[in-house]
């Protein structure tokens, strides 16, 4: 019966996107936690810690309340204002509530942020390496991708010049911009990001900023395309500073041109996001002293990786600016990252992603190493890493 149901109904065409590794590295460590070894996870982008403590006593106060019907599709109104208070704590600005959308993480972000910008068969810049979801979401909804390599010379960021080349081969209509970034841990300048935003909208090309890492910036302080362009979408989510993942709760801050636009379509693809998730997430916003402490944390992992990794072999890595990641360059010892990773866990106990994963073209290179974890996980990677590569 099963097997007759396959046949009648065959995966679209659109729907045949490329699976994340990093799934894959999970399902093999798991099979070898299964056999009693002891491995260190620095494979999944997340944060070890739960939610503030603010957010959980919301969340149980909101359950014994109840009920928890449908909100607003565009989310409770203390929310949206909590968020936009945050722009003036955070960068001086004074955003309008009404430009705010609370939506299913991030990831609801983007899907809504690409339909309301973007018609099928345009053209939108991405970065590579990066976060593999930008492309894959925008080939499930018929718009082209478009890659944009970078390298040391660009810092690892999208510049105007390599924009406006790409523009000129054939129009762009969108470029997405995400500083700290994923999987490179590296941030964009004012500067840069400045430049970059005048050029593409100069150009008529909308610019969407995934802004999820920020709060979690050691090098410098990260820059909100918000300061700089009303036109720009910004993408921000509760599931990395806020250690919130599971909640499933982001936002959006729109033009106001597309507002109506994205609340019809949050309307019909979600109604509205989930309830409690509002509640505890605007709860998050008091627990500031504790997530500052997971900060220092991720810090503190940040300097022993810096130290050790160098001496334990790793020598070669993008700017550590922030996010939770390091981006190792593994080509000294192997062609081929996914092996290197696969031989890592399996030998040394470690878990990474590789590069595979965030760039088709030089990720095989690379390994994305997250910081998110225990202080003696970090010392233990440094450890087994280097003990391995000495073999
Ligand atoms: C760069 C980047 N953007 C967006 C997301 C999506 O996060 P969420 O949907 O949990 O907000 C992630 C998750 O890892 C990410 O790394």
């Known amino acids: 019966m099963l097997e007759k149901a396959k046949s009648l109904l065959q995966p679209s065409a659109r729907s045949g996107v490329p699976p994340f590794m990093v799934m894959d590295v999970m399902v093999a460590a798991a099979r070898l936690e299964a056999q009693g070894r002891r491995i260190v996870h620095m494979e999944v982008g997340q944060p070890a810690a739960g939610a503030p403590a603010t957010a959980i006593a919301a969340a149980r106060a909101a359950l014994s309340a109840g009920p928890h019907g449908y909100t607003e599709t565009l989310g409770i109104a203390s929310l949206r204002r909590r968020i936009a208070r945050a722009y003036g704590e955070w960068h001086g600005l004074d955003i309008e509530p009404e430009r705010v959308v609370v939506t299913t993480g991030s990831s609801a972000g983007f899907t809504l942020a690409f339909l309301?910008?973007?018609?099928?068969?345009?053209?939108?810049?991405?970065?590579?390496?990066?976060?593999?979801?930008?492309?894959?979401?925008?080939?499930?909804?018929?718009?082209?991708?478009?890659?944009?390599?970078?390298?040391?010379?660009?810092?690892?960021?999208?510049?105007?010049?390599?924009?406006?080349?790409?523009?000129?081969?054939?129009?762009?209509?969108?470029?997405?911009?995400?500083?700290?970034?994923?999987?490179?841990?590296?941030?964009?300048?004012?500067?840069?990001?400045?430049?970059?935003?005048r050029c593409a909208e100069d150009a008529g090309i909308a610019v969407i900023s995934d802004e999820i890492y920020?709060?979690?910036?050691?090098?410098?302080?990260?820059?909100?395309?918000?300061?700089?362009?009303?036109?720009?979408?910004?993408?921000?989510?509760?599931?990395?500073?806020?250690?919130?993942?599971?909640?499933?709760?982001?936002?959006?801050?729109?033009?106001?041109?597309?507002?109506?636009?994205?609340?019809?379509?949050?309307?019909?693809?979600?109604?509205?996001?989930?309830?409690?998730?509002?509640?505890?997430?605007?709860?998050?916003?008091?627990?500031?002293?504790?997530?500052?402490?997971?900060?220092?944390?991720?810090?503190?992992?940040?300097?022993?990786?810096?130290?050790?990794?160098?001496?334990?072999?790793?020598?070669?890595?993008?700017?550590?600016?922030?996010?939770?990641?390091?981006?190792?360059?593994?080509?000294?010892?192997?062609?081929?990252?996914?092996?290197?990773?696969?031989?890592?866990?399996?030998?040394?106990?470690?878990?990474?992603t590789p590069g595979v994963d965030f760039d088709p073209l030089q990720g095989r290179k690379f390994l994305r190493l997250c910081y998110a974890g225990a202080r003696d996980d970090m010392h233990q990677a440094v450890e087994r890493i280097g003990n391995w590569l000495a073999k």
Request: charged share 20%; proline share 5%.
């Open 116 to 197: 309301a910008a973007f018609e099928a068969g345009d053209r939108v810049a991405v970065a590579v390496p990066g976060y593999p979801p930008y492309r894959h979401i925008l080939t499930a909804l018929g718009c082209e991708p478009v890659l944009i390599e970078t390298n040391q010379q660009t810092r690892w960021s999208i510049t105007s010049e390599s924009l406006l080349a790409r523009h000129r081969e054939r129009p762009l209509k969108g470029v997405i911009v995400g500083s700290p970034a994923n999987p490179t841990g590296t941030m964009m300048t004012t500067a840069a990001l400045a430049d970059l935003i």
């Open 214 to 352: 920020h709060g979690l910036d050691y090098a410098f302080a990260a820059e909100s395309a918000a300061r700089l362009s009303s036109d720009a979408i910004i993408v921000n989510s509760f599931s990395k500073y806020f250690c919130m993942t599971g909640w499933r709760i982001g936002w959006l801050v729109v033009p106001p041109s597309l507002l109506r636009a994205i609340e019809r379509l949050q309307q019909n693809l979600a109604i509205s996001v989930p309830t409690l998730s509002q509640i505890a997430a605007e709860a998050a916003f008091d627990g500031r002293a504790e997530l500052e402490r997971v900060k220092h944390g991720y810090e503190e992992n940040r300097r022993i990786l810096l130290d050790g990794l160098p001496r334990a072999g790793l020598d070669t890595f993008l700017p550590v600016d922030g996010a939770f990641y390091l981006y190792a360059d593994i080509s000294r010892f192997s062609a081929d990252s996914f092996d290197f990773a696969t031989r890592m866990l399996d030998q040394a106990g470690v878990a990474a």
